[in-house]
């Protein structure tokens, strides 16, 4: 069955610390993975991750994929309280040549306090 | 606004009842997607089109759901005898088919409750 599994599903963290969030996944015929933030209303695009080990970076935002071990993580340093959101992983699998369906795991909850 | 709409963005209705929902994708993409999502979990996929057509549809997707994309431009979500279970953000996403990958990107969702 596939599935994508996120950890933990719950972190609180003060302002400046930094923080790696985990996505394992078993998906069959595997495409990309991606992440989203989401803050009550419509996740929103982040990354997408196609090739092991090759880095991703938006800002204080970076994240990379192991395609041999199955999992990604997602870095975020010197985190804001605009940064407190859930964080939701995907994998896409191949649909013909390009991306079918999406799975989501069940997200990590990311609070920032002043 | 060139993103994806989805309206309307909340709906009450009472069990039994059938509500639609509408979604207007990106205008040059041609994948429409439905997800379900419900507090606390990830969204589920319950079925996408490509330009018209029906590609895949989940097991979740009991026979009172139906989705439909007639001129391959913007879809509706039909949900039939509405159930308390039926309670949920329901999200349409949209993306273009291409060789560079392509990104799926989601609309503001649609909240339904049924009481």
């Known amino acids: 069955e596939d599935k994508v599994v996120q950890s933990p599903l719950s972190l609180v963290v003060h302002e400046g610390d930094t923080v790696t969030l985990n996505c394992s996944y078993e998906?069959?015929?595997?495409?990309?993975l991606l992440w989203y933030k989401q803050e009550k209303k419509a996740p929103t695009f982040l990354f997408m991750l196609?090739?092991?080990?090759i880095e991703k970076k938006s800002g204080r935002l970076s994240s990379i994929l192991d395609k041999k071990e199955l999992f990604s993580i997602l870095n975020i340093t010197a985190t804001q309280t605009g940064d407190s959101a859930v964080y939701l992983c995907?994998?896409?699998?191949?649909?013909?040549?390009?991306?079918?369906?999406?799975?989501f795991g069940r997200g990590t909850q990311l609070t920032v306090w002043p | 606004d060139t993103g994806v709409s989805q309206n309307p963005r909340h709906k009450i209705t009472k069990r039994g009842q059938n509500v639609t929902f509408r979604c207007d994708p990106i205008?040059?993409?041609?994948?429409l997607y439905w997800y379900r999502q419900t507090l606390g979990q990830g969204p589920e996929f319950l079925t996408y089109?490509?330009?018209?057509?029906?590609?895949?549809k989940s097991r979740l997707l009991s026979d009172r759901f139906s989705a439909e994309r007639p001129k391959g431009s913007f879809s509706t979500l039909e949900i039939q005898r509405t159930e308390q279970g039926d309670s949920a953000m329901y999200l349409c996403?949209?993306?273009?088919?291409?060789?560079?990958?392509?990104?799926?990107?989601f609309g503001e969702g649609s909240w339904l409750t049924v009481v």
């Open positions: 996403a949209s993306s273009q088919k291409s060789d560079l990958g392509n990104t799926i990107y």
């Open positions: 998906v069959t015929n595997f495409r990309s």
């Open positions: 196609t090739s092991s080990g």
């Open positions: 995907a994998v896409g699998r191949y649909r013909g040549s390009t991306l079918g369906r999406l799975y």
């Open positions: 205008s040059e993409h041609n994948r």
């Open positions: 089109f490509q330009n018209e057509a029906q590609l895949e």
